[in-house]
């Protein structure tokens, strides 16, 4: 699949609001967010060919759940 940086949509915060409410509902003791600072993800976007983020979900050594970017 190519990409070329149009993907994706923006949609209402209300919506957001319900799926992130149902998610923690459905997961009370899983992590709530990633946080990624605008100097991580101005780099990552500032490769050459990058036009998106690629976000992967892993676990670390210690069986944690975390996320990983990828441009």
Known sequence: MEFNG???EQFPLDIAAQWT???RKANPK???AHFFGTR???RILGQPNCV???MYYA???SGV???IIVG
């Open 6 to 8: 149009n993907e994706g």
């Open 21 to 23: 409410a149902n998610y």
């Open 30 to 32: 899983g992590i709530k």
């Open 40 to 42: 991580l993800i101005l």
């Open 52 to 54: 998106g983020l690629r």
């Open 59 to 61: 676990l670390d050594d």
């Open 65 to 67: 759940q975390q996320m």
